[in-house]
């Protein structure tokens, strides 16, 4: 009789264990993202599940030094990051686990997922050449143009502490080796019209206003722009031609926004959950309309928010290889004086 009672406790507590881990229904993302259409999606997530999605917003590194940090305690389930090379540098640290998931399977294209199952991509996006249209031959545009003599004094570009540019950077290095790479960044940087400053959006407004010609854009920001409140906005699409570059060197650099299963993630069922979600077709389309951004599950999607110059040919680079690149692809800017 004596012993029954610790017993008593155990399995209270047993039961009453079970009960809030059930009840918790919860799933805790740390993201990079940054656009309402999530807010949309977790929300309807939560209508249809009953299942909350907690956000904690910051960059990828920063999320990733928090995770490290609060190690087995960690309360996060989900990192998605805008770039496949972060997720696949989380998966490298050993902070993802793979998750098994049919669903995933199915309603991701091969390429947008890691093969392991690690990481998924929810959303993709295309980066593109935005020109002047006083240019006069825009379908034949390539990357390796903006590197050349005649684009002296024209070139816009962002600072290269962003993620975009080091991840094409990178993609240049896996498809023509580091040596040609290098060139490419100085060449690039020694064609600027004024120094790097401001975001995707700002290099088009400047190709508007006439301060250079020629840039790189994610696919997405076009969509936005056209489609913004902003008259200023819609007028500066209209002075600029959008280009899918393509040749024997590199194919148009296309990236994802990926999500990956924490290690130690309390809430991994709900996690798979809310990946599944994110991933199905009808929330798809709601980050294409609402976001502009591309689906995972086709490559080419028909419809485009703009009006593209040139053949949308991807880049099959595996997505895994931008992360092996990105630390080399800082450097160079280092290397160059591209602050
Ligand atoms: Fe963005």
Request: hydrophobic share 40%; with cysteine; aromatic share 8%.
């Amino acid at each position: 009789m004596k012993n029954i009672f610790p017993l008593i406790i155990v399995a209270i507590s047993f039961l009453f264990g079970a009960c809030t881990q059930q009840e918790e229904k919860v799933v805790n993302l740390y993201t990079h993202r940054h656009y309402d259409v999530d807010k949309m999606i977790f929300e309807k997530f939560q209508k249809e599940t009953g299942i909350k999605v907690n956000v904690v917003s910051a960059s990828a590194d920063e999320l990733i030094t928090k995770i490290k940090q609060e190690g087995e305690l960690s309360p996060a389930d989900l990192l998605i990051t805008v770039d496949a090379g972060k997720i696949e540098r989380a998966k490298q640290d050993g902070l993802l686990q793979s998750a098994n998931s049919d669903v995933l399977n199915q309603q991701i294209l091969a390429p947008y997922r890691d093969s392991e199952n690690y990481w998924f991509g929810i959303s993709s996006r295309a980066r593109i050449i935005a020109v002047s249209k006083s240019y006069e031959n825009p379908e034949s545009l390539t990357y390796g143009d903006l590197a050349s003599d005649a684009w002296q004094g024209k070139v816009l570009m962002r600072s290269s502490d962003n993620i975009y540019n080091q991840s094409l950077v990178a993609a240049i290095i896996g498809n023509v080796g580091e040596d040609s790479a290098m060139k490419w960044v100085a060449a690039v940087h020694g064609n600027l019209a004024r120094d790097p400053k401001g975001n995707d959006r700002d290099q088009v407004r400047a190709i508007a206003a006439g301060e250079g010609e020629i840039t790189v854009v994610n696919s997405y920001y076009i969509g936005k722009m056209a489609n913004s409140d902003q008259e200023n906005d819609r007028n500066a699409i209209e002075k600029v031609n959008f280009v899918f570059p393509s040749d024997a060197n590199l194919n148009t650099h296309v990236n994802i926004s990926a999500a990956g299963l924490l290690k130690h993630a309390p809430n991994k069922e709900n996690a798979v959950k809310l990946l599944e979600f994110i991933t199905r077709a009808d929330n798809q389309e709601l980050i294409y309309t609402e976001n502009q951004e591309y689906p995972v599950n086709t490559l080419k999607p028909a419809e485009q928010f703009f009006t593209p110059v040139g053949e949308f040919e991807i880049d099959d680079l595996p997505l895994s290889e931008l992360g092996a690149h990105q630390n080399k692809a800082v450097s160079f800017f280092e290397k160059a004086g591209w602050m």
